[in-house]
């Protein structure tokens, strides 16, 4: 080899190595910079979600001023109160009770205390059997009042209402002869935990993490975990206590184990505005994802550049000596091939496999997203009649997804109160080809009626098998209402749902247990989707044809590649090691062909036998998924028909002696040296050109 070539190879090294560097500094510099927006961006959630808190808490230490300002006259009798304090309770839907407790006048039986609490949905009396007055803990709430003035106080468990309130309480001031008002009692109004709960439910958290509130002592007013409700906050890892207890939560995430998921999580604390409460937000890393398209473009880059360089990195090496002996010949093909299928299986890992998951739709993962999609998108009310939200939820029991199509077997429900009247009762699955749907169950709960229905249907589905065998299935359920020309909006009954041991939402769509042949489940959501049908099927009411929400369950499939791979790819792989088993035969040296009993019309009897053996796998494998375009797995059987025809172009010349100076070099040592790079370049300029 001339010491050109070493030259070129050195240069080319040099230059690859450089650019190595400098692809993988852009990608660790886009990578950092995406983290810090997401650091940026989960903490102007918590600082919008303790806003949010805050104004709830300032409403209800209003309606404590204005019960307060209504009793503060005089001190009134039983009944007068109780009336000004169920009118405050009227005006203040988000209260769960009010009360008025006045101190003795004299002597026990003096004590007059009023509360009034809801209790399914209507306002009743709740009597107060204990002497608030006394040391306990029942009454702390009346002594911190007396004590501390006017604030939120410890979550408790109430005893008269028998359920967790979170109590805001204040001196009740009465005006005197003197100068200074006279303390007459305690006005207190309270809301449920479960209220809390539901409003950190509402946080824009997704799927992403949950949020949680500590009172001023260190109690937990709401968590996702019922059981810790009223308990210490529990114990973060060190370093996170340690931040947390110096503010620096509030700055910046803290990087702590949360203790829910034993998940790698950032922790997030936010003071709630005009409240002695603090706000938790905790984000689970592994939920986090990076789905920044420049940062996967410059991963992808960094591995093209790492490729190259090890690539010519290894041919320098292998050049750098005088003599090219065989034995370093063969160890330079072999480290080429390997370079090149760690780059192939880099490219699958960080490229297919990394692809955000249906990342052109909205996931409808807590009420305050849905709430938000519907708000972008809300009709004015002279274009069309006001919305009619219909809460719909849906459960599958069998899933088999087929070329294009798949049949699903399940139960649907929906919710139906006061607001739907004159609505027919029932769904359509406008992409079903078949159907069959049966009413389950009809229940009256809490004024709410209950539909179910079970289905079997077969819908039609476009799938993209473009990256087979390593590709994704998206298996849409649309759903419209009975009544679809009317403005009936379904949304998901999110609240049918159990919650995971994070507190996030967990969609059971389908069973955990449930198999789905050759796929494995990735995700279950609902989402919106948005469709202008450009009709009005007929109906001059319809209200349908731009850009009406509908509602869609999605569950995203990842194929099993194992099966396919042993179907499909391994039988063409025993051919490629075949025909490179008759290629090693092909010699122009007349003793070695007679040898190895070498001849032209052999080796292509074996090339044309595998040839055809293959074809029949890959008509095969096109019936089965007919496909639109070329799917990934088909680049290799490109390759193989490449390099049969080749094989055999270089079978005839080396038999023929019209091999010339390339092909007699070391008889025919150059194709055989060629055979396992050229393949292995080959799958990693596939995997490339399909990403």
């Not at 829910?260 to 984000?283: H, K």
């Not at 398209?293 to 550049?305: F, K, M, T």
């Not at 009626?449 to 039609?460: D, I, K, N, P, T």
Request: glycine content about 8%; hydrophobic content about 45%; aromatic content about 12%.
């Amino acid at each position: 080899m001339t010491g050109r070539a070493r030259r070129l190879s050195a240069v080319a090294s040099v230059a690859a190595g450089i650019g190595l560097v400098v692809m993988l500094a852009s990608w660790m510099g886009a990578r950092r910079d995406a983290w810090q927006v997401l650091r940026q961006e989960a903490h102007s959630e918590a600082v919008d979600a303790a806003r949010r808190l805050g104004l709830a808490a300032g409403r209800v230490a209003a309606a404590n001023r204005r019960l307060a300002k209504a009793v503060a006259e005089r001190r009134l009798d039983e009944e007068e109160l109780a009336r000004r304090v169920v009118a405050v309770l009227d005006e203040s839907p988000e209260l769960f009770g009010a009360g008025v407790a006045y101190l003795p006048s004299g002597g026990e039986e003096s004590r007059l205390a009023v509360y009034y609490g809801r209790r399914d949905h209507h306002v009743e009396r709740i009597e107060i059997h204990y002497d608030y007055t006394g040391p306990g803990a029942d009454s702390a709430w009346f002594r911190d009042a007396l004590d501390d003035g006017a604030g939120w106080r410890e979550p408790h468990f109430a005893v008269a209402s028998k359920t967790w309130l979170a109590s805001y309480t204040a001196p009740l001031l009465i005006p005197s002869g003197g100068s200074e008002p006279t303390v007459a009692g305690v006005v207190n109004t309270a809301v449920s935990i479960r209220e809390y709960r539901g409003l950190l439910d509402a946080l824009d958290l997704g799927s992403v993490g949950y949020g949680f509130l500590v009172s001023r002592g260190g109690a937990l007013i709401a968590h996702p975990r019922d059981a810790w409700i009223g308990r210490p906050l529990p114990a973060l890892d060190r370093s996170a206590a340690k931040n947390a207890e110096s503010g620096a939560a509030r700055d910046r995430p803290l990087d702590f184990r949360d203790p829910l998921s034993g998940q790698p999580a950032w922790l997030i604390y936010e003071p709630v505005p005009d409240c002695s409460w603090t706000l938790g937000v905790v984000f689970l890393r592994s939920e986090l994802r990076l789905d920044n398209p420049e940062v996967r473009r410059r991963r992808l880059a960094s591995i093209l550049a790492a490729v190259v360089f090890l690539v010519t990195s290894t041919t320098w090496w292998t050049l750098y000596r005088r003599r090219l002996a065989t034995r370093r010949l063969w160890h330079q093909a072999i480290v080429v091939s390997l370079v090149f299928l760690a780059g192939a299986a880099s490219l699958v890992r960080w490229g297919f496999l990394a692809e955000p998951l249906d990342g052109d739709a909205v996931r409808l993962t807590g009420p305050a997203v849905v709430d938000r999609y519907l708000e972008k998108g809300q009709r004015e009310p002279a274009t069309a009649e006001p919305p009619i939200y219909v809460p719909t939820g849906l459960f599958l029991l069998s899933v088999s997804p087929e070329a294009h199509r798949v049949a699903i077997k399940g139960y649907l429900w929906q919710r139906y109160d006061e607001t739907t009247s004159g609505l027919s009762r029932g769904f359509v699955l406008p992409d079903a080809t078949r159907v069959s749907i049966e009413e389950a169950y009809r229940r009256l709960e809490g004024g709410v009626e209950v539909r179910g229905w079970s289905f079997e249907a077969e819908l039609a589905q476009q799938f993209n098998h473009r990256h087979y065998p390593f590709d994704r299935k998206w298996v849409r359920v649309r759903l419209w209402h009975r009544d679809f020309d009317r403005n009936v909006v379904l949304t998901p009954d999110l609240s049918a749902y159990r919650r995971g041991g994070t507190g996030v939402t967990t969609l059971a769509g389908i069973s955990d247990d449930l198999p789905v042949p050759g796929w494995r489940r990735r995700a279950n959501y609902f989402t919106y989707r948005r469709h202008d049908y450009g009709t009005n099927f007929g109906l001059e009411g319809y209200v349908g044809q731009e850009a009406f929400p509908e509602l869609y369950f999605t569950l995203g499939l990842e194929r099993k590649a194992t099966s396919a791979m042993i179907t499909h790819l391994l039988p063409l792989l025993v051919a490629t090691i075949l025909l490179f088993a008759a290629l090693v035969t092909v010699s122009g040296d007349a003793e070695h062909r007679k040898r190895l009993n070498f001849t032209y019309s052999g080796f292509q009897g074996v090339a044309s036998g595998l040839f055809f053996v293959v074809v029949l796998s890959h008509i095969q494998l096109r019936r089965e998924l007919m496909p639109e375009e070329l799917t990934y797995a088909e680049h290799f059987y490109l390759c193989f028909y490449l390099v049969v025809l080749l094989s055999s172009i270089d079978a005839f010349l080396v038999s023929s002696g019209l091999g010339g100076r390339w092909l007699s070099w070391r008889d025919n040592l150059l194709p055989k040296l060629a055979y396992w790079p050229l393949l292995s370049g080959f799958a990693f300029l596939a995997t490339w050109l399909c990403l």
